[in-house]
């Protein structure tokens, strides 16, 4: 019997959203690959690093492995790359997969020994038939199949055992169409926008014993009627199957203005929802290409928002600081429209050009990234740094701002008075006392970002990089 142990990497000192410990929660895509992986061969462990450690202070791993697989995102990348090091010191094949792979395999193939692009539950068994015949090949391309595969559900149940999650997510779609400059989620998980079938969905809601889940896609709603009539017969599935979770998921303004799928998601036990606000200025949308929002209008906003309240569910809002055109006025704008509509939770990103997205070549033609020492820098790149220099405001004022949104959204008495807001508009003790939680557990990063942004500028690395490129702040 071989064993396979399968890393999620995290970085040490690292805070985002693995701190939001209300909806903590498992690894989804290594219990995939466990259960595509043959039992009757191979013995399969995991370490999640958010809770444990795969090397230690001093370099050390602490497991022994036949092989390795290590999934990571940009920001894990570096930490990735230290356990695959530790790996191969001790003579363990590593094989790498998930978003860092796929938009860096040249860089990602110097650390370990094997890459899968694209989803990986497709080649896995071959590729572990490879590495039992001593055949593994440097490169395997899963790409980006039709979602039948997930018919195979993921092992839930290897890593609750290990690490007792709260919560846990499930996939009902992936991919996306549209092409916000910003994001990777179209590279990573392909333009065709792909539906599990929704019988399939529905009985793996039935068989997981989580009451938490979270829907982990970008838009469980679907960008054409079609695709929102699929998602209307999940909710409705549910309502009519007596499944009733605490769930949440992603979506887009426009999922708030169906109230046939509002009513059923209510009553299937529908928290609330996250959608990518992103900003409030049509120009500012214009200029991140999100196409979405434009489609339904900054004006249409406010009655997703009553729609959501009025079912009982909460408003989880995204928002994006540090985009191109944004000014110091942005954040007082910002705040003022979150708690006008009773906005219950409020995270953001600070905006980051990802690898290889549109944003990300714009800014080295620019000439404006300030962490290009990579690998090591990849670390940066987790959306709670600035990691380019900004077009319409100083370093100082955009502190300034952060420090204004915080001041008015977090600390506990904002907390409580946003609170016993959610709860007059909602009227849903239950939702509101997520909403309050998650709000509670996001104070904690968003000091992080406050503090990594007090480091930049004391680092001088800002300036200097303004200097050195001629950069200069542009008219508002
Ligand atoms: S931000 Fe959302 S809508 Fe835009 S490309 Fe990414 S997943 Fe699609």
Redesign the pocket.
């Known amino acids: 019997m071989k064993k396979l142990v399968l890393i999620n990497p995290h970085p040490r000192g690292k805070h985002g959203e693995e701190d939001l410990r209300v909806i903590v929660q498992m690894p989804l895509n290594l219990a995939y690959i466990a259960a595509h992986t043959p039992r009757d061969r191979w013995e399969v462990d995991v370490i999640d690093e958010t809770m444990d450690e795969a090397v230690d202070g001093d370099g050390r791993l602490c497991f022994d492995a036949d092989l390795v697989g290590i999934t990571s995102l940009t920001c894990q990348a570096p930490r990735a790359y230290q356990i695959a090091r530790a790996c191969r010191a001790r003579g363990i094949p590593v094989v790498m997969g998930g978003p860092h792979a796929i938009t860096h395999f040249h860089e990602a193939a110097e650390f370990v020994d094997a890459i899968v692009v694209g989803e990986a539950e497709g080649v896995w068994s071959g590729l572990l038939a490879d590495f039992e015949r001593n055949g593994l090949r440097k490169i395997y391309d899963g790409g980006f199949p039709e979602l039948d595969y997930m018919r195979v559900w993921p092992d839930r149940e290897l890593l609750q055992s290990k690490y007792q999650y709260k919560y846990s997510s499930i996939v009902t779609t992936k991919g996306?169409p549209?092409?916000?400059e910003f994001?990777s989620?179209?590279m990573v998980q392909g333009k065709t926008y792909r539906e599990r079938s929704v019988e399939d969905v529905l009985d793996e809601m039935e068989a997981t014993p989580f009451r938490g889940l979270m829907f982990a896609e970008?838009?469980f709603y679907g960008y054409k009627p079609e695709s929102n009539e699929r998602a209307r017969q999940l909710f409705r599935g549910m309502v009519e199957r007596g499944i009733h979770k605490d769930w949440f998921g992603f979506t887009q303004f426009s999922t708030a203005h169906d109230l046939a799928a509002l009513k059923d998601m209510a009553v299937s036990g529908c928290l609330g929802f996250l959608i990518?606000m992103e900003s409030t200025d049509e120009a500012v949308l214009r200029k991140l290409r999100?196409g979405?929002n434009l489609k339904t209008g900054v004006e249409n906003y406010a009655s997703a928002i009553d729609n959501i309240h009025d079912h009982g569910m909460i408003v989880w809002a995204s928002v994006i600081f540090g985009a191109d055109l944004q000014t110091k006025d942005c954040f007082r704008a910002m705040t003022d429209y979150l708690l006008e509509h009773a906005v219950d939770v409020v995270t953001f990103g600070v905006h980051c050009p990802f690898p290889n997205t549109a944003l990300f070549q714009r800014m080295v033609q620019e000439k404006r990234l300030l962490r290009s020492n990579w690998p090591e820098d990849w670390i940066y790149y987790d959306s709670g740094h600035l990691t380019h220099t900004l077009s319409h405001m100083s370093l100082d004022e955009f502190i300034e701002g952060m420090e204004h949104v915080y001041k008015h959204l977090y600390g506990p008495e904002n907390l409580r008075r946003r609170f016993i807001e959610t709860l007059k508009r909602n009227g849903s003790r239950r939702t509101a006392m997520f909403a309050y939680k998650v709000g509670m557990d996001w104070d904690i990063v968003f000091q992080n970002v406050l503090k990594n942004l007090y480091a930049l500028r004391e680092s001088g690395m800002y300036q200097r990089v303004m200097r050195e490129n001629n950069l200069a702040v542009a008219a508002a």
């Open positions: 996306c549209w092409r916000c994001c989620v179209p970008d838009n990518g999100k979405s």
